[in-house]
């Protein structure tokens, strides 16, 4: 069974920084392409930011450009978003979500699976 599950998420001062980790299991990462989403209060869930399946290549939405970086390892079955310089806006539920291919996107409509989501919140 495949299964993503977030974590990392909280509740973060502005400017602060936050590490979200995105644990996949029921299948070998390396075969998939990985992306975050998040979704506001209110919005329709949007791209963040996304990692090929070798890691080689990253694409990203402008709004966290210099803030967002993504990795991923593939021996721990693992992907990360480092989140810094935060801002209010950046408060949503936070969603990592794969594709079998080798390259990403960060349109929500190409991804296949899932995770349940984490709350992030930016907040003074």
């Known amino acids: 069974q495949l299964q993503l599950v977030e974590s990392g998420g909280g509740l973060v001062q502005p400017g602060g920084s936050l590490r979200l980790s995105c644990a996949v299991s029921g299948f070998t990462l390396g075969y998939y392409a990985i992306g975050w989403f998040r979704q506001a209060p209110g919005k329709e869930r949007e791209g963040v930011i996304c990692i090929s399946s070798s890691g080689g290549s990253t694409n990203y939405v402008d709004s966290v450009k210099g803030r967002f970086t993504i990795s991923r390892d593939n021996a721990k079955n693992t992907v990360y978003l480092q989140m810094n310089s935060l801002k209010p806006e950046d408060t949503g539920v936070y969603y990592c979500?794969?594709?079998?291919?080798?390259?990403?996107?960060?349109?929500?409509?190409?991804?296949?699976?899932w995770g349940q989501g984490t709350q992030v919140t930016v907040s003074s």
């Open positions: 979500a794969g594709r079998r291919s080798y390259d990403c996107s960060v349109a929500p409509t190409s991804y296949n699976y």
